[in-house]
């Protein structure tokens, strides 16, 4: 049974910092594209950063240079480090984990943790 367990949400300031964090169980996280999702009320699921198997990271540009997606393999778990924090990244983040074996899509997703960011 696959579990991605994410923690680390909570109520920041404008320009606060927070780092997410996704525990993973069920799978190996070092060979899957791990992703961090965020959907705020009323809007779409949006991609805001992504791991691939090999290493390679990539954001929108509505959070680079202030987001930084990492990867322990170790400890089979993936980060999301925020920092310089805007109202507008208020929303549910979530973890996800894709790979591909022959034409077979490998899906996961965690259960979300809420970010807000308020003063």
């Known amino acids: 049974q696959v579990q991605l367990v994410e923690s680390g949400g909570g109520l920041v300031q404008p320009g606060g910092s927070l780092r997410l964090s996704c525990a993973a169980s069920?799978?190996?996280?070092?060979?899957?594209?791990m992703g961090w999702f965020r959907q705020a009320p009323g809007k779409k699921r949006e991609l805001v950063a992504v791991?691939?198997?090999?290493?390679?990271?990539n954001y929108p540009d509505s959070v680079k240079g202030r987001f930084t997606i990492s990867r322990d393999n170790a400890e089979n778990t993936v980060y999301l480090q925020m920092n310089s924090l805007e109202p507008e990244d208020t929303a549910v983040y979530y973890c996800?984990?894709?790979?591909?074996?022959?034409?077979?899509?490998?899906?996961?997703w965690g259960q979300g943790t809420q970010v807000t960011v308020s003063s």
């Open positions: 996800n984990a894709v790979r591909w074996t022959s034409t077979i899509r490998h899906e996961y």
């Open positions: 791991i691939s198997d090999s290493g390679i990271t």
């Open positions: 069920g799978i190996i996280v070092s060979i899957y594209a």
